[in-house]
């Protein structure tokens, strides 16, 4: 049986920084392959791994020699190394009690683990990179040493992508604004260019009286543009700056993503998994920060807490035009639910830690990240659940 990992204890701070980077997690095999081939070079191994840790799931966004893509974050090595200062060995997985019992272990020849933390400038440790093998290649300090250099070049990565997807959120945001921008100066300006028109038409025959009053109207649609051009001219440090992005996605490849993210632990625990989306907005584009970290914790949640054989549904949904339009998220599963004391706690303060159907660890951190990434987007979390019944969990966003 696996033994429990020690608390981390920045752990929130920890997967609060993971989801900073707005990663998907499935582009980013091209991106490093050739830093895991380095890495089982370097070592001598068959298998080498970048491994990104949440807080309930491993993401294997880069993998040489195997093909598993994700685990449960409790059932894995990584776990470990990313509460290491440096490093992490293994000299032999079977026979260490925190990991014989695992599948990957007991059903495979692996045996030999090393892994080095993969941390943010901050010291936090989001991932690992590490090598795994059937038997022992006694790494000296050198080739430890290379591969500790090889997770520094990772994390550059990483922070490059990371400014990157700022710099397309900036020029996104930048097309954004001049759109709203032409709409609202279109109305003031058409209205002085109408009121100008009504006025030379009607010329000598005009009264004074009527003349006044169509000056005064140009002078309120007048004070409505330079309004306007004044807001556009303040001191970028007094305008409140919006959270990076890495673009733009739409329901559809939502839908697809979340597919393919949880195929495994949804054929793992027999579950009837859908996610439907508005056919009449399935197309349009959206902002995609944050989505993927708020549904990936709620799915993840619902997959741990519905008993096999259950279902899971999710449905995305988009709505209303312009600066009106929302985004809604909702996540229903059929597990064993919570009372009201539990629902509170997870509105009041995001957390809510308990154990799964099968055993998984719930760290409660999960809910608490997408209560907070909510809360910075403005929007709304709503759970409706019942002892025995399931839960609902709904988020509504501002869809800019």
């Given at each position: 049986m696996n033994l429990d990992a020690p608390a981390m204890?920045?752990?929130?701070?920890?997967?609060?920084?993971?989801?900073?980077?707005n990663l998907d997690y499935e582009t980013l095999q091209e991106k490093f392959s050739d830093l895991t081939t380095l890495?089982?070079?370097?070592?001598?191994?068959?298998?080498?791994?970048?491994?990104?840790?949440?807080?309930?799931?491993?993401?294997?966004?880069?993998r040489q020699g195997t093909d598993l893509p994700h685990m449960d974050k409790d059932q894995s090595v990584c776990q470990y190394t990313i509460k290491a200062e440096q490093e992490f060995e293994v000299a032999n997985l079977k026979l260490d009690?925190?990991?014989?019992?695992?599948?990957?272990?007991?059903?495979?020849?692996?045996?030999?683990?090393?892994?080095?933390?993969?941390?943010?400038k901050e010291g936090l440790a989001i991932g690992a990179l590490c090598v795994l093998d059937d038997e022992n290649p006694a790494l000296?300090?050198?080739?430890?040493?290379?591969?500790?250099?090889?997770?520094?070049?990772?994390?550059s990565r990483l922070d490059d992508l990371k400014r990157n997807a700022a710099l397309e959120n900036t020029i996104h945001l930048m097309q954004v604004e001049r759109r709203m921008l032409?709409?609202?100066?279109?109305?003031?300006?058409?209205?002085?260019?109408?009121?100008?028109?009504?006025?030379?038409e009607e010329g000598p025959d005009a009264s004074k009286k009527d003349l006044l009053h169509y000056l005064e109207l140009i002078k309120d649609s007048s004070h409505s543009v330079l309004e306007l051009a004044d807001e556009i001219l303040l001191d970028e440090r007094q305008k409140k700056t919006l959270p990076p992005a890495?673009?733009?996605?739409?329901?559809?490849?939502?839908?697809?993503?979340?597919?393919?993210?949880?195929?495994?632990?949804?054929?793992?625990?027999?579950?009837?998994?859908?996610?439907?989306?508005?056919?009449?907005?399935?197309?349009?584009?959206?902002?995609?920060?944050?989505?993927?970290?708020?549904?990936?914790n709620l799915v993840s949640n619902a997959i741990k807490f519905t008993p096999k054989g259950g279902f899971i549904t999710v449905e995305l949904y988009l709505s209303g035009e312009d600066r009106n339009r929302q985004l809604k998220l909702e996540v229903k599963d059929s597990g064993r639910g919570m009372n009201k004391k539990v629902v509170n706690a997870i509105l009041e303060n995001g957390t809510a830690s308990t154990k799964g159907t099968s055993g998984e660890t719930g760290y409660g951190?999960?809910?608490?990240?997408?209560?907070?990434?909510?809360?910075?987007?403005?929007?709304?979390?709503n759970v409706i659940s019942t002892l025995g019944n399931g839960s609902a969990f709904t988020v509504v966003l501002p869809a800019l």
């Open positions: 204890p920045r752990e929130f701070e920890r997967i609060n920084a993971l989801a900073a980077y890495a089982s070079q370097i070592a001598g191994t068959s298998i080498s791994l970048i491994n990104l840790l949440d807080a309930d799931n491993q993401w294997s966004v880069a009690d925190r990991f014989k019992e695992q599948t990957y272990i007991k059903n495979t020849a692996l045996s030999y683990y090393y892994g080095v933390p993969l941390k943010t000296g300090r050198k080739q430890k040493s290379m591969l500790q250099l090889l997770a520094g070049e990772v994390m032409a709409h609202d100066i279109r109305g003031p300006l058409g209205g002085i260019k109408g009121l100008a028109e009504v006025a030379a890495e673009g733009q996605t739409n329901l559809l490849q939502l839908k697809k993503k979340l597919e393919q993210l949880f195929a495994p632990r949804i054929k793992d625990k027999n579950l009837d998994f859908e996610v439907f989306v508005s056919e009449a907005t399935a197309w349009q584009p959206i902002t995609k920060h944050g989505l993927q970290q708020i549904l990936g951190l999960g809910l608490q990240l997408v209560r907070q990434i909510v809360a910075d987007k403005k929007g709304t979390l």
